[in-house]
């Protein structure tokens, strides 16, 4: 192992450290305040939207609204089964099975897409 | 009288732990390529084996790993750069942290270092939505995560010691794994017409945002933008009734 990239590693560790325990820490003694609580309750739904919306729509990086975009039509489907079942299992193993089909299909050339 | 009750919170506090475990386990489905990923490119971008894994070890952060490995990649070994970099790709676990604060706050010392270093965005999620459930457990947090961790550390032990073959996995789309998981968690929440208006306002700013925004920076702007108009909306219903 080289000193330089040991360097390196130690200073992502340490920032990343810090953005995850910094607000801990400022908030310690005072404590949360009324506003930031109100705010935070909406922040796991802006949070997770945000992650999985463009995974969905621009999985290569540009946005694919087409039916060549296999997560696109396997989000559809994992959201009416999420919707429905509120599974985790279900969720996860239709949608799987969606892309593993999808990506077989199209290897084949059986999509008419 | 006081060693049955200490009993019954130990056997509360594993029952908790378990149950991160296993909410942890289809999340983990979709680690489990990104690590090998992480592996794989570690040592395809000049990394050795060990390096390679002591970077999931320590930082245990995918994307900004994958960053540095690219930046490493590149021929950028300037320490500074690719620690700059560390930290604005892992900015948006400050909100998270924010958002787990206040329960976080009444723990003791180092368990709230140990959280703390374990949230990502998934256990984050996962820990989010417990307390939207259940309430909050710090063994829950702690169970996910550690879960979490583990897996992030054998894929990409797994990953280095692979050859080239397993990248495949990713474009298979075994990362779907961990889309589904995030729906399952987002959509039961959208149960009112705010949370319908953060969702919408926070899905549109971030696919713009991941369009013309450099890195993950779409992530932080959708999450700030969406969440303050939902706690402005919510304050303006509440000044109505």
């Given at each position: ?22 607000c ?67 969720t ?16 084949w ?5 | 009288?006081?060693?049955?009750l ?11 732990l ?100 374990g ?51 990713l ?61 402005i ?9």
């Amino acid at each position: 192992m080289r000193t330089e990239i040991i360097l390196i590693i130690i200073g992502m560790a340490v920032v990343t450290f810090l953005t995850r325990f910094g607000c801990l820490l400022v908030f310690r003694q005072t404590g949360m305040p009324a506003f930031l609580t109100g705010w935070l309750r909406h922040v796991p739904t802006a949070i997770l939207t945000a992650l999985i919306l463009p995974s969905l729509l621009l999985p290569k990086g540009y946005l694919d609204l087409s039916l060549q975009n296999h997560y696109l039509l396997a989000g559809i489907l994992a959201s009416l089964v999420a919707y429905k079942s509120r599974n985790i299992l279900a969720t996860v193993g239709v949608g799987i099975m969606v892309m593993f089909s999808l990506h077989w299909a199209g290897q084949w050339e059986l999509l008419p897409f | 009288m006081t060693k049955p009750l200490v009993a019954r919170t130990e056997n509360l506090n594993n029952l908790h732990l378990s149950q991160g475990v296993r909410d942890s386990l289809p999340i983990i489905l979709g680690i489990i390529p990104f690590g090998i990923t992480c592996g794989l490119m570690g040592i395809t971008t000049g990394l050795t084996q060990a390096e390679t894994i002591l970077m999931s070890v320590l930082v245990f952060a995918g994307a900004s790993q994958f960053v540095s490995m690219t930046m490493l990649g590149a021929g950028i070994t300037e320490w500074s750069i690719i620690v700059f970099t560390t930290l604005l790709v892992n900015l948006r676990h400050i909100i998270m942290g924010a958002s787990l604060a206040p329960y976080m706050m009444k723990l003791p010392l180092p368990l709230q270092a140990v959280l703390s270093f374990g949230l990502v965005d998934e256990s984050y999620a996962l820990t989010a939505n417990r307390i939207y459930k259940d309430g909050y457990s710090a063994y829950y947090q702690l169970g996910a995560s550690a879960a979490l961790y583990l897996s992030w550390i054998l894929s990409t032990v797994i990953g280095v010691m692979m050859g080239g073959y397993l990248a495949r996995c990713l474009e298979w789309g075994l990362d779907f794994a961990m889309i589904a998981t995030f729906l399952v968690l987002l959509i039961p929440r959208l149960v009112d017409r705010i949370s319908i208006v953060v969702c919408a306002l926070s899905g549109i700013i971030a696919v713009v945002g991941a369009l013309y925004l450099p890195g993950k920076w779409y992530i932080i702007v959708a999450c700030l933008l969406a969440s303050v108009v939902g706690s402005i909306m919510e304050r303006r219903n509440k000044g109505e009734n």
